[in-house]
């Protein structure tokens, strides 16, 4: 007879884990299969026991109360967040300050001391969410409901998953009296969905030497599962960052009744056309070469071909255009991304306007040079009447996170150790983190993630969509990954 653990794929010597069972519709019975570790060994995950039946209840309480203050950026009230959890560490003795630039907007640093023989990590997490619309939500958005195995809220996946992971690692670290070889720092930062004034810039730029740190886990990664077993776990090791233009077109205002050759629409129309219409160099770095081997490895042979074709110079033209059409998330990984998103031209029908605009999204991959790619942009539309305007680069590009650090690491051990089939994909995220801001400082930050199915992945239910939800059992399992992480490299021998 084969247990409901093996059944799911768990390896037998790992049983303890079978907390990880993380499919199961329902959570609580996910829960009741799990075990507590009691073996004390050499290793700190051993020399640290943690009951994760008490931690899978506390840490959801906790997770609750943060998903049902609303903190939806703007206005943000993220402050309400912070005292809350400086509450929750001061009643353990875990000193935690307050820093805003905006009363309101409060950002929280905790520190656990190590013996400073190591530099700190840096663990953080967003605490504002962006809004919602309502009427689109099957439950409210901010009821944190609990249904089918899932809590439903914004905030759920993004990012208040993470930051009660960061509050349950400080308290375990505390309770169990981690002897730690580095400063372990909180952070639970505000602003991050767009306004980043009040949140890491103000903390990087004023605070630095309260985060300062050799490395950084924040959001951004995803753990990926496929028939009741994850698949793979993306950890984020770069980004690429927004470097947005605006094409103005002037010419002269007239009656629609009379054409002119230096009309403004029909210009603008010729640009934005010009630009879609044109690829921007391919260009791959180590995290997307590593990314796409890996990736080929697990997957069916003709994925596989594809993913270790887009390699190989001699056939990215074609595997780029089936990206283009078929995978477009990978085909946004290729190259510095121009994409046309809003167009304003004219107010009546019979009038010429002198004036239109459009709005290019650029995402610029880690290593561009925006002020190079926006003269490239300029000798491609060729049309002297076409300004481009940046809005200026709120996010600083920043080198790629190494895959061959202590951190990176570790991270793939303990992919190992709690997910035996899975593998470790290094990420480079299309959309932009406030890791950007850390990074730009030299430290090396790594974004991971909750536990999601495939279908869920497709099905929509995600960051910043309508119904975002979390599966129950995945808090847990973040949690657990943060904490063997974070043991892996910061415990003492
Ligand atoms: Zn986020």
Not at 9 to 27: D, N, Q, R
Not at 141 to 162: E, T
């Given at each position: 007879?084969?247990?409901?653990?093996?059944?799911?794929?768990?390896?037998?010597?790992?049983?303890?884990?079978?907390?990880?069972?993380?499919?199961?519709?329902?959570?609580?019975?996910?829960?009741?299969?799990?075990?507590?570790?009691?073996?004390?060994?050499?290793?700190?995950?051993?020399r640290y026991p943690v009951d994760w039946q008490a931690v899978a209840a506390e840490s959801m309480e906790y997770f609750l109360a943060l998903?049902?203050?609303?903190?939806?950026?703007?206005?943000?009230?993220?402050?309400?967040?912070?005292?809350?959890?400086?509450?929750?560490?001061?009643?353990?003795?875990?000193?935690?300050?307050?820093?805003?630039?905006?009363?309101?907007?409060?950002?929280?640093?905790?520190?656990?001391?190590?013996?400073?023989?190591?530099?700190?990590?840096?663990?953080?997490?967003?605490?504002?969410?962006?809004?919602?619309?309502?009427?689109?939500?099957?439950?409210?958005?901010?009821?944190?409901?609990?249904?089918?195995?899932?809590?439903?809220?914004?905030?759920?996946?993004?990012?208040?998953?993470?930051?009660?992971?960061?509050?349950?690692?400080?308290?375990?670290?505390?309770?169990?009296?981690?002897?730690?070889?580095?400063?372990?720092?909180?952070?639970?930062?505000?602003?991050?969905?767009?306004?980043?004034?009040?949140?890491?810039?103000?903390?990087?730029?004023?605070?630095?030497?309260?985060?300062?740190?050799?490395?950084?886990?924040?959001?951004?990664?995803?753990?990926?599962?496929?028939?009741?077993?994850?698949?793979?776990?993306?950890?984020?090791?770069?980004?690429?960052?927004?470097?947005?233009?605006?094409?103005?077109?002037?010419?002269?205002?007239?009656?629609?009744?009379?054409?002119?050759?230096?009309?403004?629409?029909?210009?603008?129309?010729?640009?934005?056309?010009?630009?879609?219409?044109?690829?921007s160099p391919l260009r791959l770095n180590e995290t997307t070469r590593a990314y796409f081997s890996r990736l080929s490895e697990i997957s069916?042979?003709?994925?596989?071909?594809?993913?270790?074709?887009?390699?190989?110079?001699?056939?990215?033209?074609?595997?780029?255009?089936?990206?283009?059409?078929?995978?477009?998330?990978?085909?946004?990984?290729l190259r510095t991304s121009v994409v046309p998103t809003i167009m304003n031209a004219g107010f009546r029908r019979n009038v010429i306007p002198?004036?239109?605009?459009?709005?290019?999204?650029?995402?610029?991959?880690?290593?561009?040079?925006?002020?190079?790619?926006?003269?490239?942009?300029?000798?491609?539309?060729?049309?002297?009447?076409?300004?481009?305007?940046?809005?200026?680069?709120?996010?600083?590009?920043?080198?790629?996170?190494?895959?061959?650090?202590?951190?990176?690491?570790?991270?793939?051990?303990?992919?190992?150790?709690?997910?035996?089939?899975?593998?470790?994909?290094?990420?480079?995220?299309?959309?932009?983190?406030?890791?950007?801001?850390?990074?730009?400082?030299?430290?090396?930050?790594?974004?991971?993630?909750?536990?999601?199915?495939?279908?869920?992945?497709?099905?929509?239910?995600?960051?910043?969509?309508?119904?975002?939800?979390?599966?129950?059992?995945?808090?847990?399992?973040?949690?657990?990954?943060?904490?063997?992480?974070?043991?892996?490299?910061?415990?003492?021998?």
């Open positions: 007879m084969i247990s409901a653990a093996q059944k799911l794929g768990f390896h037998p010597k790992k049983m303890w884990l079978c907390v990880l069972v993380l499919l199961s519709t329902s959570s609580q019975s996910v829960l009741a299969q799990s075990s507590i570790e009691t073996t004390p060994v050499g290793n700190a995950q051993d998903l049902r203050t609303n903190t939806s950026n703007p206005p943000g009230n993220e402050t309400e967040v912070a005292t809350y959890l400086q509450r929750v560490l001061q009643q353990e003795d875990i000193k935690a300050e307050l820093f805003a630039l905006d009363p309101t907007r409060a950002n929280l640093v905790a520190r656990l001391r190590g013996n400073g023989s190591k530099a700190p990590i840096l663990v953080m997490g967003h605490t504002d969410v962006v809004g919602v619309q309502p009427d689109r939500w099957s439950v409210d958005p901010f009821g944190a409901v609990a249904k089918d195995g899932y809590i439903y809220s914004r905030g759920s996946l993004d990012d208040k998953d993470n930051v009660t992971a960061g509050l349950m690692l400080m308290l375990l670290l505390r309770r169990a009296g981690v002897e730690l070889d580095r400063d372990v720092i909180f952070l639970a930062e505000a602003g991050e969905e767009g306004t980043t004034k009040f949140g890491i810039d103000y903390m990087v730029d004023q605070h630095w030497n309260q985060i300062a740190s050799e490395f950084c886990l924040a959001e951004g990664g995803g753990t990926v599962a496929r028939d009741g077993e994850v698949r793979y776990v993306k950890i984020a090791t770069t980004e690429k960052f927004p470097m947005r233009v605006r094409l103005v077109a002037r010419g002269t205002a007239g009656h629609g009744s009379i054409p002119r050759l230096d009309n403004a629409v029909s210009a603008l129309a010729r640009a934005v056309a010009r630009v879609a219409a044109w690829q069916s042979p003709e994925e596989a071909a594809r993913y270790r074709g887009v390699l190989d110079p001699k056939q990215q033209q074609r595997i780029e255009h089936y990206f283009a059409e078929h995978e477009p998330q990978h085909y946004a990984l002198g004036e239109a605009e459009a709005t290019l999204d650029i995402r610029g991959l880690p290593d561009e040079n925006p002020e190079e790619f926006y003269r490239d942009l300029a000798v491609l539309i060729n049309d002297p009447n076409i300004e481009i305007i940046p809005e200026g680069v709120y996010r600083p590009g920043s080198p790629p996170s190494s895959l061959e650090s202590e951190m990176f690491q570790a991270l793939e051990r303990i992919t190992d150790r709690l997910f035996p089939n899975a593998v470790t994909l290094p990420s480079m995220l299309t959309a932009a983190t406030d890791m950007a801001q850390v990074r730009a400082q030299g430290t090396q930050c790594y974004g991971f993630g909750a536990v999601r199915t495939e279908e869920d992945i497709v099905g929509g239910g995600g960051a910043h969509g309508d119904d975002e939800r979390i599966m129950e059992s995945s808090l847990l399992t973040l949690i657990q990954y943060l904490w063997y992480t974070v043991l892996e490299v910061a415990a003492s021998e």
